[in-house]
């Protein structure tokens, strides 16, 4: 692999639902190689409605999550659009859990540091026995809409993603 080869891959840092490898199958239609790391100085947060994760700086936080890794730019405009405008990728430095070596990755950080609706600490466990299915069902529809939108925007599945939508009237 030369060196121009290697720019064109990503190692993104997940720590929530990503962590789950029938959901990055799913995302990325491929089964990428998921390495533990810690990501220091962040916290996993809960989201009030919502069956996903953020994370958000906080100084003495320490997340458990995985990097996955060789992404293609495909793959990773595939995590940007599923993650929507209320996250932002940037660039942060995770330690690797087997060897502790540091290694700088991308991950998706929420963006509104001060949004009401965090709250606790997210739980993998919890969110696997609670809320997998739904949101494998709600990645599937957002795949399929990427495929072909006909029409639709990305808000209409954006509601899939929430804990309890809102029925209508």
């Known amino acids: 692999m030369t060196s121009s080869d290697k720019s064109l891959s990503h190692d993104v840092f997940v720590y929530g639902s990503f962590q789950e490898p029938s959901v990055v199958n799913l995302i990325l239609e491929c089964s990428p190689v998921m390495v533990p790391a810690q990501l220091h100085g962040y916290h996993v947060y809960r989201l009030k409605g919502r069956l996903h994760a953020c994370i958000s ?27 929507g405008s209320e996250y932002v990728r940037k660039t942060v430095e995770v330690v690797l859990t087997d060897t502790s070596e540091k290694k ?28 997998m299915d739904k949101f494998i069902e709600a990645s599937t529809k957002f795949i399929e809409w990427k495929k072909n939108p006909d029409g639709r925007s990305r808000e209409e599945f954006e509601k899939f993603v929430f804990d309890d939508p809102p029925t209508a009237a």
Request: charged share 30%; proline share 4%; hydrophobic share 35%.
């Open 57 to 83: 700086p906080s100084e003495n936080g320490l997340i458990n999550g995985k990097i996955l890794t060789g992404l293609t730019d495909s793959q990773l405009e595939n995590l940007d659009m599923i993650e």
């Open 104 to 131: 700088q990755v991308e991950t998706y950080v929420w963006a509104n540091k001060d949004d009401p609706n965090l709250y606790g600490e997210w739980d993998f466990e919890e969110w696997r026995r609670l809320h």
